[in-house]
Each structure stands twice: as C-alpha cells, then as structure tokens.
C-alpha cells in the first residue's frame, strides 16, 4: 500500500510539474505575441503617418501657389479702387484664411498622433476649403 501511495504521489507531482512548465511556456508565448503584434502595429503606424505627411505637403504647396495667385490678384484690385471689388476680394481672402486654418488643423492632428480617421477628416475639410479659395479667386477674376 505505501508503494502505490508512493507511486501516485511521484505521478501527481510529475503532472503538476509537467503542467506547470507547460503554463510558463504559454504565458511566455502570449507575452511574445502582444509584444509581436505591438511593433507590428507600430511600424504600420509609422507608415500611414508618412502618407499622411506626403498628403500636408501636398496641401501645404496647393495653398502656396493660391497664396501666390491671390497677391497677384491684390494689387489689381487695389489699383483700381472700386469697392465692391475691394469688399468681394477681402470675402475671398476670408476663404484662403480658412484654408491655410484647415491646413494647421492637420499638421497639428498629426502632430499630437491624432487618430487616423481624425486625420484624413481634417484633411477632406483642408482640401475642400482650398476648392472654395481657388473658386473664390476665380469669381473674383471673372468680376475684373
């Protein structure tokens, strides 16, 4: 009887061991797959950000060059000294001064590590508000 006990008790704690080593290597696995998925994630992220960068600088340079047409357009308008044409040029500029607003918007949105929709919102309005500048300037053409 004292054998058997004996030989039960080696068994059980053979489990228990067995078990145990088997716990610690799952742990370890889980551990190794959030670290894993942690960086790959990471780099991912690290991706979209430079497309999102790519896409500032595009904005940044569109606004440049309206920026550019708008001075031209400024000295026209103040040459010629109408009002209506001074009043319909400063509703205008308005416009650009949003734009470039929208524009800060998404370089602070990528700034701060906004989210990723957060982002490509701010830059849907940025682009939408460089449309309306640019059609703000070319009504205002046609009216000189």
Known sequence: MKR?????F???SMTISVLGVLLIIGTILVFAYIGVDTISD???G???RGEEYDEL???QSDYSSLKVQYDSV???VYQRNNDNLTK????AEIELVKAKSAIDDVKSALET???KSEVDERIKTARYQLQVASQALSDMRALM
């Open 46 to 48: 690290s991706v979209n």
């Open 42 to 44: 990471a780099i991912s």
């Open 10 to 12: 080696k068994l059980t």
């Open 4 to 8: 058997s006990r004996i030989n039960l």
């Open 74 to 76: 400024k000295k026209e």
């Open 88 to 91: 319909t040029y400063l509703n």
């Open 113 to 115: 590590s906004k989210p």
């Open 57 to 59: 600088a595009k904005l």
